[in-house]
Every structure is written in C-alpha cells, then in structure tokens.
C-alpha cells in the first residue's frame, strides 16, 4: 500500500461513511484536471475494495458536492483493523439514514474548506475532524465537560487567522437540543480555555 492509500483509509475512519466524489475533492487534488482526479480515485477506491478494506453501501445519498447518488463508503473490518491498529474485533452495519445524511454533510463541509486553499490569499487551512475537533474544559462546578463540535477549521492568511468551531445541522434537531448545544459553547467560553490557547474565542 502506498500513503495515498492509507489517506483514504483514514478520511473513511475520520468521517465514518464518505463518497467517492468527497474523497476525490480531499485526496486527489494534484491532478491536471477533474476527469484525471476522478478516474484515479475509482482505481484507486476499487483496488481497496477488492482487498476488502473498505466496501459500498447499498444505500446512496445526494449531498451539496457528491451529486444526486454518489457511491458512499465505510470502512470493512480489515481496513478498520489497519488504522486502528489495536487488534480489536471490527462489524459493519447499516447506518440510519439520518445519522448517513449527517455523516455526508459534514464531510461536505471539510471539502468546502480545504477548497479555500486555492484562493491566492489564504496561505493554509487546518480541519479538525471529530473527536480531534473536541474540547476538553472544567465545568463552573469543576467537573470534567466535553465540547463536541463536528469540526474546528483555521483560515491562514499572510494577517489573520480565522477559526471555527462547526455544527452541522439539517435541521432534525429540536429546540432544546440546540438550547442545551448553545449552552455549552458559553460555558467553554467562560471556562477561558480557548482564550488561554490563542488569546480570543472563535
């Protein structure tokens, strides 16, 4: 396997379920043209299937970048072994539909911010993908407490950096969830954590 390939593999693990055309857009980004990139990422996606390192699921889903059907992937036990490396024992499954349409929607989010490279002013952009994207803080009462954005993003340019933390929402969640989620984004604001890093808050 070469490193493009264990990139794959990885992405697939970040994001649990990912097309092919999201994966084109993360992935293989230094071809000549589209119609390059996308015929080196079906060998490639291929090739990994019939090593059965990752597989197809039978249900397809349409999203912002992926089209109408793309062809969504996950990770099959073996491949799931590879990048853990911790020898445990790995099942797949069918997702919900609700939780596959989140999955693809965040991955839609990651490709249209590492698509910000190629505007000439911005000199990099970092993505942080759940759980690299959580942050750990001490609660007012001090007790350990979790803040789980789906992603953090940081814009680079030659005078500012621009970080987010990144919620997706397709509109599924009810009023008090997004209460309670508000919520503790003040109270990681008030902890002062964030602060402390990079001296402001997103």
């Known amino acids: 396997m070469v490193d493009r390939d264990h990139q ?9 379920f990912v097309t092919s055309i999201q994966l084109q857009h993360l992935i293989f980004t230094t071809h000549n043209s ?26 397809r889903v349409g999203g912002a970048i992926g089209g109408s059907s793309p062809r969504v992937w996950q990770l099959a036990p ?3 072994r590879l990048v853990a490396h911790d020898g445990a024992t790995y099942r797949v499954s069918e997702p919900s539909l609700r939780f596959l349409r989140h999955c693809l929607a965040v991955a839609d989010v ?22 690299q994207s959580w942050r750990r803080f001490t609660g007012l009462g001090g007790e350990p407490r979790w803040l789980q954005p789906d992603l953090a993003g940081t814009v680079l340019t030659a005078d500012y950096e621009d ?6 929402d397709l509109g599924t969640e009810s009023l008090p969830v997004l209460l309670r989620k508000c919520g503790h984004y003040a109270d990681y604001r008030a902890s002062g954590q964030e602060q402390d890093r990079h001296a402001s808050f997103l």
């Open 8 to 16: 794959v593999l990885r992405t697939i693990a970040e994001h649990r």
């Open 34 to 59: 589209d119609a390059s990139a996308a015929r080196t990422t079906r060998r490639v996606l291929s090739r990994l299937e019939r090593w059965s390192l990752i597989r197809q699921l039978d249900r």
């Open 78 to 80: 073996a491949g799931a």
């Open 110 to 131: 990651h490709v249209l911010l590492q698509q910000h490279r190629a505007i000439e002013a911005i000199e990099d952009v970092k993505v942080e993908v759940e759980p």
């Open 163 to 168: 970080r987010w933390f990144i919620e997706v």
